[in-house]
């Protein structure tokens, strides 16, 4: 019974163009919206986390982070905006942050999260100010922001109702994230 409605929903989908099968002959695999996934991050943030580097410390505070994917590349492209306070600097110093992650599954959790998030750039709104902070201090901001965000789940799959039991793979493909099944 349960092979018939499986074998029905992914004729079903294979049809309506969001089931394809695996280029590396894994299973059928089907695409995760990239609205889905910044839906669920965004329930995450905005976040606050400690960062310190030497006798420097304060706080950074992230935003809604955006994930979007990368035409041809293997990664996700991550952008978030964030705020560093301490007490020097009580009013802030803001600025921009772009990522490249790829993806990892907990099967206890059935959580998708981002993988090694590493640092493409990172930007100071009020220059004036950030050049106070020395290469490694806003090193380690942004080593607390990709921390940060690695930490929290960009996607379930028991939540969207797909049959976890049958997950074979989950890539990064030309800037889409596919989980790939099989039975």
Not at 4 to 19: H, P
Not at 124 to 150: E, P
Request: net charge positive.
């Amino acid at each position: 019974m349960l092979k018939k409605i499986v074998s029905t929903i992914l004729f079903m989908g294979i049809f309506s163009g969001c089931v394809s099968i695996d280029p590396q002959g894994r299973g059928y695999s089907v695409a995760i919206p990239m609205s889905m996934i910044n839906t669920t991050l965004a329930e995450k943030f905005p976040a606050s986390e400690k960062v310190s580097y030497g006798l420097v410390s304060g706080t950074v505070n992230i935003e809604k982070p955006n994930v979007l994917g990368k035409s041809g590349k293997d990664k996700l492209g991550v952008g978030t905006s964030f705020k560093f306070t301490n007490m020097f600097v009580p009013k802030g110093i803001s600025g921009t942050i772009d990522l490249a992650s790829g993806l990892r599954y907990d099967a206890n959790t059935k959580n998708l999260y981002l993988a090694n998030p590493m640092v493409n750039e990172i930007k100071f709104q009020n220059f004036s100010l950030a050049k106070y902070l020395t290469a490694d201090m806003r090193n380690a901001i942004g080593l607390v922001i990709a921390k940060s965000i690695a930490k929290k789940p960009v996607y379930n799959i028991q939540k969207a109702g797909i049959g976890s039991n049958f997950v074979k793979a989950i890539d990064v493909r030309n800037g889409q994230v596919f989980l790939t099944f099989g039975l």
